[in-house]
């Protein structure tokens, strides 16, 4: 059985991070998903989404782990995720430009065999789907995406989101929970 780490990388679980996590559980099952690197308190949080741990990543038995980096060498495909079991994805949240904080998991996993999702940088959610449809047998090259999401603001504003996004039957994949409490917030 497949499972997907996130290694929770913030020191706090921000309101849009939880909703962004929520999703995770809503697109796979709970069972599939592991937070690591939580305090007590964000483990108990996280709990109802899915299984959490406030161990780190390095000190997990991991199981034919792969990390997915953005920066790694090859692109993860269908017929090689299979030599695969445990996805690590690092809960790397709101960063533009990207600042390569990914770096500190191939630190910390320097053996870990690494692969991408392409070069642009995912929400952790839909990197977390786009890995699950290349482990379900559709090549990265064969899914859709959609980059730079803008969310009307109101008032003549709106809000631009520098990121890739997944399209799946015609509808970019966003969490409708994040998206109002966005709107709501009027940002990040």
């Known amino acids: 059985m497949i499972r997907f780490i996130i ?19 809503e697109l796979i099952s709970r069972d599939l998903v592991l937070f690591t690197n939580l305090t007590k308190t964000m483990a108990k949080t996280l709990s109802p989404i899915g299984k959490t741990t406030t161990e780190t990543i390095e000190r997990l038995p991991l199981n034919r782990p ?3 980096d953005p920066h790694a060498e090859k692109t993860l495909a269908p017929e090689e995720s299979k030599q695969f079991s445990d ?20 630190t910390l996993l320097p053996h870990v065999p ?8 995912m929400s952790t959610d839909t990197a977390i789907f786009v890995t699950k449809k290349i482990c379900d047998g559709i090549p990265l090259e064969k899914l859709v995406f959609h980059d730079e999401y803008t969310i009307p ?5 709106e809000m631009n ?20 409490y966005l709107k709501k917030k009027k940002g990040f």
């Open 153 to 157: 603001m109101g008032e003549g504003m």
């Open 161 to 180: 989101l520098p990121y890739r996004y997944l399209v799946d039957d015609g509808k970019i994949i966003f969490s409708d929970k994040l998206l109002a």
């Open 66 to 68: 792969c990390l997915l």
């Open 114 to 121: 690494r692969r991408n999702l392409g070069k642009e940088q």
């Open 7 to 25: 290694v929770h990388m913030e020191k706090r679980l921000y309101k849009w991070a939880f909703l962004e996590y929520k999703h995770i559980g």
């Open 87 to 106: 996805f690590i994805f690092g809960g790397i949240l709101g960063d533009y430009p990207p600042q390569k904080r990914t770096q500190e998991l191939v």
